[in-house]
T-cell receptor, first 118, second 114 residues
Framework: DGGITQSPKYLFRKEGQNVTLSCEQN?????MYWYRQDPGQGLRLIYY???????QKGDIAEGYSVSREKKESFPLTVTSAQKNPTAFYLC?????????????????FGEGSRLTVL | GESVGLHLPTLSVQEGDNSIINCAYS??????FIWYKQESGKGPQFIID?????DKRQGQRVTVLLNKTVKHLSLQIAATQPGDSAVYFC?????????????FGEGTQLTVNP
C-alpha cells in the first residue's frame, strides 16, 4: 500500500537533547512537508521541500533542521535550540503543483509523531 | 448546527442533523481550497476540495461552498453521524503567493451527540 510512514509514534526527550523524527513516503511525491500541531490548535508549517537536496523554511523553522537526500525521505531534527518542542508533529507529501496543470497538490498526511520533553 | 470557524472553535450537533462548519480565509489570491478531517491522535484526512472557478462541490454526504466575494468557505455535512466527530480544518493555496504551500485555518471541533 502506498502511503506516508512516520516514526516513532511517541517519543520522549530530555531537555538539551536533539531528536530526529522519521518520515518516509512511497507515493512518488516530489514535495514533502513538516507541520507542528499544539493542543487545540491548527497546523503550522516548519519546513518543506519540493525537490531532493533543496528545502525551504516555513513559518516556525527556528530550532528545527531537515534534510532531503532522497525523494522518499524527509527527516526532521528537533534541536535543543527549540524552546518548546513538546507537540504533535505531522509529515505530509504532495504532487508538486504546476501552474495551470491539472494537479491540485492535495497533501497526504502521516499518522503523526508525538514528542514530549521531560 | 453552524459554527463561525475561527471565532467559535466548537460545534455540537445531534446525530442525524446537518452540520455547517465555516471558514474565513484572508488571501484573495488563493485558488484552491481543501477540507480536512482530523480524528484524535491521527493525521488529517482529505474530505473534499474545490477550485476557485467553482462555487459548490458535492461529495458523499458533504458539500463545500465557496464565496470568493467575502472570502468564505463552508463545509456542510448531511445527516451527521457519531463517526463524524473530529476536528475539521480548511486549507487554502494560491499558486502565485504560496506555490505548493497550504495554509491551514484554526480548525473546528465537531461533536456529534447520539
Amino acid at each position: 500500500d502506498g502511503g506516508i510512514t512516520q516514526s516513532p509514534k511517541y517519543l520522549f526527550r530530555k531537555e538539551g537533547q536533539n531528536v530526529t523524527l522519521s518520515c518516509e513516503q512511497n507515493l512518488n511525491h516530489d514535495a514533502m512537508y513538516w507541520y507542528r500541531q499544539d493542543p487545540g490548535q491548527g497546523l503550522r508549517l516548519i519546513y518543506y521541500s519540493q525537490i531532493v537536496n533543496d528545502f525551504q523554511k516555513g513559518d516556525i523553522a527556528e530550532g528545527y533542521s531537515v534534510s532531503r537526500e532522497k525523494k522518499e525521505s524527509f527527516p526532521l531534527t528537533v534541536t535543543s535550540a527549540q524552546k518548546n518542542p513538546t507537540a504533535f508533529y505531522l509529515c505530509a507529501s504532495s504532487i508538486l503543483r504546476t501552474m495551470g496543470g491539472p494537479n491540485t497538490g492535495e497533501l497526504f498526511f502521516g499518522e503523526g509523531s508525538r514528542l514530549t520533553v521531560l | 448546527g453552524e459554527s463561525v470557524g475561527l471565532h467559535l472553535p466548537t460545534l455540537s450537533v445531534q446525530e442525524g442533523d446537518n452540520s455547517i462548519i465555516n471558514c474565513a480565509y484572508s488571501n484573495s489570491a488563493s485558488d484552491y481550497f481543501i477540507w480536512y478531517k482530523q480524528e484524535s491522535g491521527k493525521g488529517p484526512q482529505f474530505i473534499i476540495d474545490i477550485r476557485s472557478n467553482m462555487d459548490k462541490r458535492q461529495g458523499q454526504r458533504v458539500t463545500v461552498l465557496l464565496n470568493k466575494t467575502v472570502k468564505h468557505l463552508s463545509l456542510q455535512i448531511a445527516a451527521t453521524q457519531p463517526g463524524d466527530s473530529a476536528v475539521y480544518f480548511c486549507a487554502e493555496k494560491g499558486w502565485l503567493t504560496s506555490g505548493s504551500r497550504l495554509t491551514f485555518g484554526e480548525g473546528t471541533q465537531l461533536t456529534v451527540n447520539p
